[in-house]
């Protein structure tokens, strides 16, 4: 069954961390945004860490540098559809509606997938379901912000990096590059946090992929995909 | 219009049209091995960032949390242990949730 993996994989995490959008929810409304607002951003941006990152900046205050943060924050994205074009190969209306779900777990899923088309199932079955519970979520969390205890207590403040790293985990086993430029990108996000404005530290850990792909050979397939040895989970 | 409808609206037209202009971008970009390999590496390096930036700091401070470093850790032996994604995220999640609940952490 080629196609059964890329589809659970996608739905399990697109469940996963489609829950979170309990925290998001819930997060934007006691920081200030209405629940309205809560759901534009998850309909529309549609992106997790730039609507935290602007839901921070609401509470914060600085309303047009929270704005920018998130907006960098959603930058690697245009990085991902520049790797996921080739393995969706959309266009027309389907790329418009495509390039909504370009996110950080589509393109895990997509890219840890064997050959083309289990990438393109895997990316749709992660699309829809993240896209589906991520905004429901988003709704229920904004409106039983209060009731349902602190998403802290939960502990869904541990779901965001606990799922980011499970999603790089194969890579990082897959070799040494992939480990220091996984060290030096999070080196980075930490020592430049102090220092510059919210979102930024996490696009200059840009700096070590640079590093990592002047570094390493390059390689040597014509198609990078089939050098994943590893499925998702 | 308020200002927060406009940084709303304005950083999903922002992050919409980043997503687009990846997937439009002419393939050939990606025709060089080094650009390849950065494009690879991108993901690694960011999604890396974002999990030391949302376990170790709180806005502009590096922050110890006990609770969520000793779930991230969790996650961490999950995976050693090839647990498939949902139960590390819960193991995660139950680790903090838990250490608080008994006031540990």
């Known amino acids: ?233 | 219009m308020t200002a927060a409808w406009i940084a709303v609206l304005a950083t999903a037209a922002g992050c919409y049209a980043l997503k687009l202009t990846g997937l439009t971008v002419p393939q050939r970009v990606l025709g060089n091995p080094r650009v390849r390999r950065f494009a690879e590496l991108v993901p690694v390096a960011l999604l890396a960032a974002l999990v030391a930036a949302q376990a170790g700091t709180s806005g502009h401070a590096i922050s110890v949390d006990p609770a969520r470093l000793a779930g991230l850790g969790a996650a961490v032996i999950a995976l050693l242990l090839r647990a498939p994604f949902l139960l590390v995220i819960v193991v995660a999640a139950a680790t903090a949730a838990l250490l608080r609940l008994a006031g540990v952490a």
């Open chain 1, 1 to 233: 069954m080629p196609a059964a993996t890329p589809v659970r994989d996608g739905v399990g995490l697109g469940l996963a961390v489609g829950v979170s959008g309990l925290a998001f929810g819930a997060a934007a409304v006691s920081s200030g945004l209405t629940t309205w607002q809560a759901c534009a951003l998850s309909a529309l941006a549609f992106t997790g860490a730039s609507q935290f990152a602007l839901a921070g900046a609401m509470a914060s205050g600085g309303l047009l540098a929270g704005t920018v943060g998130a907006i960098l924050l959603g930058s690697r994205n245009a990085l991902y559809g520049l790797r996921l074009a080739g393995l969706l190969q959309v266009s027309g209306p389907r790329r418009l509606l495509a390039a909504v779900g370009v996110i950080d777990e589509t393109t895990a899923v997509a890219l840890a997938q064997p050959d083309r088309t289990s990438a393109r199932s895997g990316f749709l079955a992660t699309f829809v379901t993240i896209y589906l519970t991520w905004n429901v979520c988003t709704l229920a969390g904004a409106v039983g912000a209060g009731q349902l205890g602190s998403p802290q207590r939960l502990g869904l403040d541990v779901v965001g990096p606990a799922a980011f790293l499970a999603l790089i985990w194969p890579r990082l086993r897959s070799g040494g590059t992939e480990r220091a430029v996984a060290l030096l990108g999070a080196a980075i996000a930490l020592g430049c946090t102090p220092l510059l404005p919210t979102g930024a530290p996490v696009i200059l850990a840009t700096v070590a992929a640079v590093a990592g792909a002047l570094w390493s050979p390059p390689t040597a397939e014509p198609d990078p995909v089939s050098s994943r040895p590893e499925p998702q989970q």
